[in-house]
């Protein structure tokens, strides 16, 4: 991954310093790539009005393109106002060209409209749009409103199926943001994309002052492209550099002031976005009292290891049941020896005052009097609407709830269900389970730990005592031991505990970087299969 990649911005000016290529400046600059400015169009405006648009010649626009594309070629281009169809379709031709050299994440912000009410496009410009440029989209942003207009008033079916007539125009990812909807107390954006769909929310920053909330999005959106990230972690990222951009939005002039995208989005708690399971938006912000640190967390595949583990002193803190299903046998005969697995498990834990948890077989598990649960990410969106209100009863009733996440937006999902713990993993190469997720290093855990609402566990090629160290000087509150406890845990046990004792008591911790790594494939390049 480039650490510095080149991003073209192809925009408009605006000579109040608000939107276009200004705001695309500052949200590159936050993200730390190098930003292209690139003028399609020149605006005379304020903070109160737009008074003339002129396109630049599509020859000039063509020229500044030719300039640029042997000297910094780029990772990701983001359009923004394009003035007219002559030059939406010198940028169509400049993907095209350029997708045969190398990758390219093309983001394309639908500038229809300003703010102050302007229109940006005739109905040419619309025509190229949705003939030549949409179908080449790495992701679109358009708002609530644009989406409308680029599909048409017979396309307002609401946001989630606007979202999915775009994507099959074509589109890989449409990202319908939420700023001009109004909604009170909570922002909302609806996002589709090969690897996740849900509204992606977080508390609405109460300003006047959102000049350049688009360009800042898609600009930043682009940036986390460019930077590797596929669009559903893109989109996190962008989510919370716009709302940190509007917390530091200033007034100058008489109208809407500019929002101002700076460093430092990427470390604040307060701005990792909810993402919802379904299609219903959320209406509350959810919080949560933190649930008691996990520890070491050992995790085994039958009720004779759970007591074996158990037996041993020192022991561990967490213990998760793991059971796959043997070849061959019939459903009654599974069933009933999983509910015995479990029933004797939970006794085990109960004698060792220690926390047994269930994977996955949440149905069965309950039956059996389980009071702790765990569940993947495939598992929770398999859920159906009564199974997810059963699940709901349960936790009312004290169960607790640990989910997986190995991703940006599986990490805002997680904390949208408000979950005991939240697993981080794999944190280094493992082989106990194949998955298509680039380990996640000590770097990411450490900024899993510092942004989750509630506890992290670290999972994942915890091989030997000082990996688990490193994971407890990371921040985690828990750290996953499956292969590493050995044939005989009595003897494997005490060094397990001194180790986590040392990180958890080291003076030294690992830092949290100023941005997450990605975990999947780059943006660039063929989307992974989807996973929800």
Known sequence: MNKNPVIWSIAGTDSGGGAGLAADQRAADAFGVHLCPVVAAVTAQSTTAVTRIDAVPPDLLDAQLAALAEDMPPAAIKTGLLGSAANARVVARWVDRLR???????????????????????????????????PRATAITP??????????????????????????????????TGGDAATPGLAHDWIDTPHARGWLTLPRVDTPHHHGTGCTYATSLAAALALGFVAADAAVLAKMATTHALRHARAVG???????????????????????????APTAWPSKARSRDPGVYAIVDSAERV?????????????????????????????????????????????????????DHWQTALHAGARALHLGQEDLLALTAS???????????????????????????????????????????????????RPQGLDNLAWWAHMAPTPVVGIGGVL???????????????????????????????????????????????????????????????PVGDKG
Not at 314 to 335: E, M, N, Y
Not at 514 to 523: K, Y
Request: net charge neutral; with cysteine.
């Open 100 to 134: 045969t050299r190398a990758p390219l994440a093309f983001v394309i912000d639908p500038v229809l409209r300003a703010s102050t009410g302007a229109g940006f496009v005739d109905e040419a410009l619309m025509r190229v749009y949705r003939d030549e440029l949409l």
């Open 143 to 176: 708002n609530q409103h644009e989406a409308v207009l680029l599909l048409g008033p017979d396309g307002d079916n609401g946001v989630p199926a606007m979202a999915s007539v775009l994507r099959s125009q074509g589109v890989q990812a449409v990202l319908v």
């Open 254 to 280: 008489r109208g809407a002031g500019p929002v101002v995208a700076r460093e430092g989005f990427g470390t604040d708690p307060c701005l990792l976005p909810r993402l919802s399971l379904g299609t219903q």
């Open 307 to 359: 007591e074996s583990v158990l037996s041993a002193t020192p022991t561990v803190d967490t213990i998760q049941l793991r059971t796959k299903r043997p070849a061959g046998l019939d459903d009654r005969t599974w069933a009933t020896q999983l509910h015995a697995a479990i029933v004797r498990s939970q006794r085990a834990a109960d004698a060792a005052g220690v926390t047994l948890v269930v994977n």
């Open 387 to 437: 199974d997810r209100a059963a699940l709901q009863a349960a936790r009312e009733a004290g169960v607790q709830l640990g989910l997986s996440s190995h991703s940006l937006w599986e990490l805002c999902r997680a904390a949208a269900l408000q979950p005991d713990l939240i697993a981080c993993g794999p944190v280094w190469p493992t082989t106990t389970k194949d998955m298509p997720w």
């Open 464 to 526: 030997d005592p000082a990996q688990l160290r490193a994971v407890a000087a990371a921040g985690a509150a828990g750290g996953c031991v499956v292969r590493g406890l050995g044939d005989d845990p009595s003897q494997t046990l005490p060094a397990w505990r001194s180790a986590w004792a040392e990180g958890r008591a080291a003076a030294q911790r690992h830092p949290v970087p100023a941005l997450p790594h990605p975990s999947l494939s780059g943006p660039c390049q063929r």
